[in-house]
């Protein structure tokens, strides 16, 4: 009996499945208009990193009231200046897996060009007390209006679903400081740890209505380098009485361009880039040194850690060549903030969400992408040595027909931040909350 019983419920399970799609097909229908309209507000009404306290108190707001607890400000630490708009949305719902799912919350300094009705036209003053525009130019404000979507489908389905569901609306991901802010202030004592941790991320080059997937490292770490060259300045007319900065960084920015190509191994993927260059104040005038802010990408750390080595070796071989006294040797500082490790998608996590979401979307829209050198801090929600599961995956954002008129007219895409870029929002959004919705409840089933 026990046999025949196991049968049939073995045979009647992809029925349960197939039925289950129509019903969520339909319940995403009915709350996307609202959705939508949540995206272009959030887009009109952009927010800085450490300055989303609209955008994180109408998530807390919209979370509360569909029977989460909801915890807002979270993430004071380590900079006790920060207010913390990071919001922790708890629910309980018996016995089973705790799962996480992360939307990111902050917008960047860029001013729109992209024409829609609904496009920010804000501005605001950066840490820097500049005055800035400020746009959603990364897609956050989509992440932010699919975490509801999704927040609003399991309510629904509840009955399909067993175990502790945390939602997290993360500030500063721009940063790249906020996953990290939110773990110092006791993300993980204060609040349920979970089992697995889920997080999406749209995207310019995939169309709408598809996802992409990497296993293994997705993204790679980021680490941004403050380089000063001191040398020492006089008038323009003699330079022999210098030791100019400028020189020797012109000398430092070629220089360092060999790390890649002769000192690491070419099947370790890196980049050394140099972002910014600030020296001098006139024309007439040597200065007394030149600031250089840099980034390096890699996926390994002991790759990351010998690129390090590199650019400080470098620096100070540069200024003994050059003649600078010991006493005004560069100083390159590797930020301690602004770092966050490369992104790895657990492999088994990857393989058991990716089945369940070709099942909803059907595989010819789930496509293996190749790994990026962008780089994202939700990594860090895994903690040091992988110890919780990751999964990130990639929403297509640009409709079809959008993708064949740029093509047909030879104008190149948008990419993310772009002042350009703006995704499609129907169809965008609708992907994000079936495939999210779909890969909580795969690790949450019954």
């Not at 400020?134 to 927040?151: E, F, P, Y």
């Amino acid at each position: 009996m026990k046999t025949i019983t196991a049968a049939l419920v073995a045979a009647l399970l992809p029925l349960a499945a197939a039925a289950q799609q129509p019903k969520l097909d339909a319940m995403i229908d009915q709350e996307l208009p609202g959705l939508v309209a949540t995206y272009k507000a959030l887009h009109a009404a952009p927010e800085l990193s450490h300055q989303e306290e609209k955008t994180s108190a109408m998530l807390a707001r919209e979370l509360r009231g569909l029977g989460y607890e909801v915890t807002e400000h979270v993430g004071k630490y380590p900079n006790p200046e920060w207010k913390g708009y990071g919001v922790v949305a708890v629910m309980k719902n018996g016995a089973g897996p705790t799962v996480l799912v992360r939307a990111d919350m902050d917008a960047l300094p860029v001013e729109e060009q992209t024409g829609v009705a609904y496009a920010s036209k804000v501005h605001a003053k950066n840490d820097a007390g500049l005055d800035v525009g400020v746009m959603h130019a990364c897609g956050h404000d989509i992440h932010v209006s699919s975490l509801l979507g999704t927040a609003k489908m399991l309510v629904q389905l509840k009955d399909q679903w067993r175990g502790t569901l945390v939602l997290i609306g993360q500030p500063a991901e721009e940063r790249i400081d906020g996953a990290r802010a939110m773990l110092a202030d006791g993300l993980y004592t204060r609040f349920p740890k979970p089992d697995f941790a889920l997080a999406l991320h749209d995207a310019s080059d995939i169309e709408s209505g598809k996802i992409g997937f990497t296993s293994g490292y997705a993204l790679a770490s980021a680490t941004s380098v403050d380089v000063t060259i001191r040398g020492r300045g006089a008038h323009g007319s003699k330079p022999e009485a210098s030791k100019d900065p400028i020189v020797l960084a012109a000398e430092y920015i070629l220089a360092i361009q060999t790390i890649v190509s002769r000192e690491k191994s070419p099947f370790d993927p890196a980049v050394v880039t140099v972002g910014s260059i600030h020296g001098g104040t006139k024309h007439n005038i040597i200065p007394d040194d030149v600031h250089l802010q840099l980034s390096i990408r890699t996926y390994k750390e002991d790759v990351r850690r010998q690129i390090l080595a590199s650019l400080e070796r470098i620096a100070r071989g540069v200024a003994l060549a050059g003649g600078v006294p010991e006493d005004r040797a560069p100083i390159v500082k590797a930020s301690d903030t602004e770092y966050t490790p490369a992104m790895y998608n657990d492999p088994a996590l990857t393989a058991r969400t990716v089945a369940a979401l070709k099942k909803a979307l059907g595989a010819e829209n789930v496509l293996e992408v190749p790994p990026v050198m962008g780089s994202e801090d939700f990594g860090q929600l895994g903690l040091e040595d992988r110890k919780i599961p990751t999964f990130m995956f990639i929403v297509g954002a640009i409709d079809t027909a959008r993708l064949a008129a740029m093509k047909q007219a030879g104008t190149p895409v948008p990419t993310l931040h772009s002042n350009l870029f703006w995704p499609t929002p129907e169809p965008t959004i609708r992907t994000a909350v079936k495939s999210m919705t779909t890969a909580v409840l795969e690790l949450m089933k019954k």
